[in-house]
């Protein structure tokens, strides 16, 4: 079980849009950054998000990230075939002094 | 542009033996001031753990469920780091991942290895 909760799966057609939520509590979320990650199959994790809604280069503006409390959200507008993947969200904990994943949320599109 | 490469045996002994795998940085140095380097790892259809993290001059973070086993390394002058994970279960079986963030330690992981597949199995 993650400190970091999301859901196992989500699911949306082509062009919606789909939001994947992360909960945490005050000492991870509430008091650090967030990160979001898309791993596609059989491939490692590339970075989709940085410092809650930062996106790097080359990532497109499709996708957003936002935070609230102890909650972030990572919003995929306009969703494509290719963005069938795993996602997770990531953040350090002052607690237990770490860098802690959530449980990742499959993304299928339809 | 910095690459990541990881090496190591694809297949170790359980409890007698210690994992460990070695990470090679290309396209930049690893006593980059602005550069931690660290460890993930994903067991086969599960989810990734932060197994720990490194910094050039030595000073280590670990994970606290894995710091009694873990040992992670560098040496500037292979400009590798390394990991050693001791009495290791067939629950260690995992790709493991390299990774570099910055320039805090609180950073994202922005450049991954390709992961190497370790079995733990008699």
């Known amino acids: 079980q993650s400190v970091l909760t999301q859901p196992p799966s989500a699911s949306g057609t082509p062009g919606q849009r789909v939001t994947i939520s992360c909960s945490g509590s005050?000492?991870?979320?509430?008091?650090?950054?967030v990160y979001w990650y898309q791993q596609l199959p059989g491939t490692a994790p590339k970075l989709l998000i940085y410092?809650?809604?930062q996106r790097p280069s080359g990532v497109p503006d499709r996708f957003s990230g936002s935070k609230s409390g102890t909650s972030v959200s990572l919003a995929i507008s306009g969703l494509r075939s290719e963005d069938e993947a795993d996602y997770y969200c990531?953040?350090?904990?002052?607690?237990?002094?770490?860098?802690?994943f959530g449980g990742g949320t499959k993304l299928t599109v339809l | 542009q910095l690459q990541l490469q990881e090496s190591g045996p694809g297949l170790v002994k359980p409890s007698e033996e210690t994992l460990s795998l070695t990470c090679t940085v290309s396209?930049?140095?690893?006593?980059?001031?602005?550069?931690?380097w660290g460890w993930i790892r994903q067991p086969p259809g599960k989810g990734l753990e932060w197994i720990g993290s490194?910094?050039?001059?030595?000073?280590?973070y670990y994970n606290p469920s894995l710091k009694s086993r873990v040992t992670i390394s560098v040496d500037t002058s292979k400009n590798h780091f390394s990991l050693k994970m001791s009495s290791v279960t067939a629950a260690d079986t995992a790709v493991y991942y390299c990774?570099?963030?910055?320039?805090?330690?609180?950073?994202?992981?922005?450049?991954w290895g390709q992961g190497t597949m370790v079995t733990v199995s008699s």
């Open positions: 990774a570099t963030n910055g320039p805090t330690l609180y950073d994202a992981f922005d450049i």
């Open positions: 396209g930049g140095s690893i006593s980059s001031t602005t550069h931690y």
């Open positions: 490194i910094y050039y001059t030595g000073n280590t």
């Open positions: 005050s000492s991870n979320i509430g008091s650090n950054y």
């Open positions: 410092r809650n809604n």
């Open positions: 990531a953040a350090w904990d002052d607690s237990l002094s770490g860098r802690l």
